[in-house]
């Protein structure tokens, strides 16, 4: 019977990282997999994660099942971190996922169940593996123009054109910040239309949120989600705690399903609830119950508040350096653009045979949309990278 599967395309992201592991030569670069990494290269745990798993251990009884939503608190935390005080709890329907892209899988699927002919509006271009999902599940994409590759901003009328296409029964699938992979994103008044946009087409909106605090701030990066949950009758919200505090490993992601009328809470809460139990019953606890203690302890959140503030602004700092050195490099504004990104991600804009150029003559590793991360730099990389894209004609 397996004789009848087909070979599938490798994930381009994860085939990067193999290939880089596996090239011998020293000095490499890996500009590629989405991880967060210091300035020696390492992925730290945090100093707050590390405590609460200290404390996890000495104080946890039982690893006895919980709910099939997982830990109520737990989401009750997670809510409160992405929408503030946006939406009333009562309106909010959520489950603990294995991580963000368990909750984008969840998220397509309580879709599909509503609507099985609804059509995705996904920005191109987006998170290759929102693509690979949504066929893998037979859903029906339309992307719509995001990212201007002259100005390597987004190209907010052409989104906005495309936008109006949606209808009542689709799905508009955004990122909340950060985007990914291009680094470019909308300011508040941009965010302000496409709700309004919204209300006018009816279609819902879905928000990825997976890098909160790695753009403008904790808050900064929640707003256009906050916009978004608070002015339209429905919205589904993927969050995933992966990189914002860094257990990537551990699974750990929130689905959540607001609903202005607080009646249809039940119903969201139990579909979400089933969803759960048929793909994989209870979801993972660890990383969840991290997140928890972090979040609910003032201390520990504290703590955990300032390093990931540390980390933002180190990729803050390589951003503007990179720029620089570009601008030093290639003596013209070019590049501009990258002080302006925000999040882990900057899209380039060059041609595959670059990126295979910078991988093959300069051991730099980039994803083949140009896309590199941020956080793969530290001061001693950053004028080799900036040299190296000058040299093969970015
Ligand atoms: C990325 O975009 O590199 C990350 O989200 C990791 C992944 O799973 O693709």
């Given at each position: 019977m397996f004789e009848t599967l087909k070979e599938q395309?490798?994930?381009?992201?994860?085939?990067?990282?193999?290939?880089?592991?596996?090239?011998?030569?020293?000095?490499?670069?890996?500009?590629?997999?989405?991880?967060?990494?210091?300035?020696?290269?390492?992925?730290?745990?945090?100093?707050?994660?590390?405590?609460?798993?200290?404390?996890?251990?000495?104080t946890e009884t039982t690893k006895a099942y919980t709910?099939?939503?997982?830990?109520?608190?737990?989401?009750d935390a997670m809510i409160a971190l992405v929408l503030g005080d946006a939406v009333p709890r009562a309106n909010v329907a959520a489950v603990a996922t294995?991580?963000?892209?368990?909750?984008?899988?969840?998220?397509?699927?309580?879709?599909?169940?509503?609507?099985?002919?609804?059509?995705?509006?996904?920005?191109?271009?987006?998170?290759p593996n929102h693509l690979s999902i949504l066929k893998h599940m037979g859903m029906t994409m339309v992307p719509y123009?995001?990212?201007?590759?002259?100005?390597?901003?987004?190209?907010?009328?052409?989104?906005?054109?495309?936008?109006?296409?949606?209808?009542?029964?689709?799905?508009?699938?955004?990122?909340?910040?950060?985007?990914?992979?291009?680094?470019a994103n909308l300011n508040m008044t941009e965010w302000q239309a496409v709700v309004d946009l919204l209300n006018k087409t009816g279609a819902t909106p879905m928000v990825d949120i997976a890098y909160q605090g790695f753009g403008d701030g904790l808050d900064e990066d929640a707003a256009a989600t906050r916009l978004i949950a608070s002015s339209v009758p429905e919205t589904i919200i993927a969050a995933s705690c992966s990189k914002n505090f860094g257990i990537y490993r551990e699974r750990t992601g929130l689905l959540m399903a607001v609903s202005q009328n607080s009646a249809?809470?039940?119903?969201?809460?139990?579909?979400?609830?089933?969803?759960?139990?048929?793909?994989?019953?209870?979801?993972?606890?660890?990383?969840?119950?991290?997140?928890?203690?972090?979040?609910?302890?003032?201390?520990?959140?504290?703590?955990?508040?300032?390093?990931l503030e540390e980390v933002r602004n180190s990729m803050l700092g390589l951003r503007d350096l990179l720029a620089s050195e570009l601008q030093r490099a290639?003596?013209?504004?070019?590049?501009?653009?990258?002080?302006?990104?925000?999040?882990?991600?900057?899209?380039?804009?060059?041609?595959?045979?670059?990126?295979?150029?910078?991988?093959?003559?300069?051991?730099?590793?980039?994803?083949?949309?140009?896309?590199?991360?941020?956080?793969?730099?530290?001061?001693?990389t950053v004028p080799i990278l900036a040299k190296a894209i000058v040299e093969v004609g970015i």
């Open positions: 395309p490798a994930d381009k992201i994860l085939a990067l990282m193999q290939t880089f592991r596996e090239d011998p030569r020293e000095g490499k670069i890996d500009l590629g997999v989405g991880v967060y990494k210091d300035a020696s290269g390492n992925t730290p745990i945090m100093r707050a994660v590390k405590a609460a798993e200290k404390q996890l251990w000495e709910g099939l939503a997982g830990d109520p608190a737990f989401a294995p991580g963000g892209t368990g909750a984008v899988r969840q998220g397509f699927d309580m879709v599909r169940m509503a609507n099985p002919s609804a059509k995705i509006f996904v920005s191109n271009p987006t998170w123009r995001y990212f201007d590759e002259d100005s390597r901003g987004v190209d907010f009328d052409g989104m906005m054109a495309d936008l109006a296409q949606a209808g009542p029964g689709d799905i508009v699938l955004v990122h909340g910040c950060c985007h990914n992979p291009t680094g249809a809470h039940k119903l969201n809460q139990g579909t979400l609830a089933y969803l759960n139990r048929q793909n994989y019953s209870f979801p993972p606890d660890h990383g969840a119950r991290l997140v928890t203690m972090v979040l609910t302890d003032d201390a520990l959140r504290m703590d955990w508040m300032a390093e290639s003596g013209s504004d070019r590049f501009g653009f990258i002080a302006q990104h925000r999040g882990m991600f900057s899209r380039l804009g060059a041609s595959t045979d670059k990126v295979d150029k910078l991988r093959e003559d300069h051991a730099i590793y980039l994803v083949g949309d140009s896309r590199l991360n941020i956080a793969g730099l530290n001061k001693e």
